[in-house]
């Protein structure tokens, strides 16, 4: 009976992994972990962070995004790259943790795991908490004539909502005052423009919009909402799915 079983669940794996890939929705093109660091150009301890970050970056198993906040600007320089949008999302993630944290460089890892980003043993226990396991949803993204085409397969903890993100891939910037000024500064997979695409209702789901933004490629992330704020990544993807 036990040889019965785990033929027939071993049966039941190779079926749902035939199935996602021919929706172009592979398991193993699933990151396991989403990092985001907080970071700003005007923070003296940022550099360090940023370079972890460029590191993660190569790391095909996870999807590492650098969100430039604006709230260092009065120091003496203004951050060229930075997004008020991306300072509302770290201070939601803050309130949805109830820990109300707000600070830099810090990365979020899976929308719920927050860390000190220039600190790789931090930043090491917030990856292994992931336990190593995928994102439990698949998430694909197309870009064509201006449209990203985007699907969702079938999954639980339903509701959760789907953003297009546009991301360059590198952006060099030489800084001219502050705490890092003369500083020559690189960011990997930067975010450029974040938008809500739809709501998930826990079925397979196809999407289409128009581009977020200008970016080297686009990525999706499937979020949980928790008291109106950004909660859990249930899944993510990337135009450029390597």
Known sequence: MRTANVLLALAIGALVTSALHARGLAADATPRAVVELFTSQGCASCPPADAKLVEL???????????????????????????????????????????????????????TIACI????????????????????????????????EIRVAAGEDAPAEVWLLAIDREEEVAIGRGENSGRHATYANVVRAMTKVGDWTGDAESFRHGLAGRGDFHV???????????????????????
Do not use: C
């Open 220 to 242: 999706v992330l499937l979020q949980k909402r928790a008291d109106g704020e950004p909660g859990a990544i249930l899944g993510a993807g990337r135009s450029d799915a390597r």
């Open 57 to 111: 970056a190569k790391d095909p198993d996870l999807l590492a995004l650098t969100l430039p906040v604006d709230y260092w600007d009065y120091l003496g320089w203004t951050d060229t790259l930075a997004n008020p949008a991306h300072t509302a999302r770290q201070r939601g993630y803050a309130q949805a943790r109830g820990d109300r944290m707000v600070f830099t460089p810090q990365m979020v890892v899976n929308g």
């Open 117 to 148: 980003g220039s600190k790789s043993e931090e930043v090491s226990d917030a990856l292994d908490r992931t336990s190593g396991t995928r994102l439990p949803v698949a998430v694909s993204v197309e870009v064509a004539a201006g449209e990203a």
